[in-house]
């Protein structure tokens, strides 16, 4: 069974950092893609980040480009998201997620399968 725990949220100023965490388990991840999306209150869930697990390459919003960075380490199974200048309107429950359709980095919600529980940030001004 597939579980991602996401981990690392919390509260900060404006312009501070924070660095999320999802550790995954339950199968191997070799061929699939990780992603980060976030659902403020009263808007709809959106995409991030994403990353193929096996090839490493990334996939930001355009918002998030140039601040937010996602990676992972293969030997401890685990995504995370550094997230620099942060802005009150990036404040949401951030989750993550595993795209099993193949390993490309897709920025679309409706091809991922696995979710995560979430995680809290909120970035005050």
């Known amino acids: 069974q597939v579980q991602l725990v996401e981990s690392g949220g919390g509260v900060v100023q404006a312009g501070g950092s924070l660095r999320l965490s999802c550790a995954a388990s339950?199968?191997?991840?070799?061929?699939?893609?990780m992603g980060w999306f976030r659902q403020a209150p009263g808007k709809e869930r959106e995409f991030v980040a994403a990353?193929?697990?096996?090839?490493?390459?990334?996939k930001y919003a355009d918002s998030m480009k140039g601040r937010f960075t996602i990676s992972r380490d293969n030997a401890k199974n685990t995504v995370y998201l550094q997230m620099n200048s942060l802005k009150p309107e990036d404040t949401a429950v951030y989750y993550c997620?595993?795209?099993?359709?193949?390993?490309?980095?897709?920025?679309?919600?409706?091809?991922?399968?696995?979710w995560g529980q979430g995680t809290q940030v909120t970035v005050s001004s």
């Open positions: 339950g199968r191997s991840f070799s061929n699939n893609a």
């Open positions: 990353i193929s697990w096996s090839f490493g390459s990334t």
């Open positions: 997620a595993v795209r099993t359709m193949g390993s490309y980095p897709s920025t679309a919600t409706r091809e991922y399968r696995y």
